[in-house]
């Protein structure tokens, strides 16, 4: 049973950055792996980031790497994510997902807790 809101999504220039934050209201926060995941409009959600629950190992999807940076602070149950030099095909609706389990994982199947959303717009 974990609440998650995301946030810090706007419009943004190509070359911009952005950091999306991830709010978790839950009292077993910390035990619990989460993901970054987005989707553009007539796509599938896909996955983009994923941290453990301690934040011992990180994975990202290929299109991302050397530009995205997961973190998470358990002592404020946020998860974050740092998005350097966007592109425009980086513009999606983007979700906090996290899951019942210290183990990060890039299928969002394996996910249980989900965010609303944020949008992310990058223009040329």
């Known amino acids: 049973q974990v609440q998650l809101v995301e946030s810090g999504g706007g419009l943004v220039q190509a070359g911009g950055s952005l950091r999306l934050s991830c709010a978790a209201s839950?009292?077993?926060?910390?035990?619990?792996?989460m993901g970054w995941f987005r989707q553009a409009p007539g796509k599938e959600r896909e996955f983009v980031a994923a941290?453990?629950?301690?934040?011992?190992?990180?994975s990202y999807t290929d299109s991302v790497k050397g530009r995205f940076t997961i973190s998470r602070d358990n002592a404020k149950n946020t998860g974050y994510l740092q998005m350097n030099s966007l592109k425009p095909e980086d513009t999606a609706i983007y979700y906090c997902?996290?899951?019942?389990?210290?183990?990060?994982?890039?299928?969002?199947?394996?996910?249980?807790?989900w965010g609303q959303g944020t949008q992310v717009t990058v223009s040329s």
């Open positions: 997902a996290a899951r019942s389990g210290r183990n990060a994982y890039t299928d969002k199947e394996k996910y249980d807790y």
């Open positions: 839950g009292r077993t926060f910390s035990r619990n792996a």
């Open positions: 941290i453990s629950w301690s934040g011992s190992s990180t």
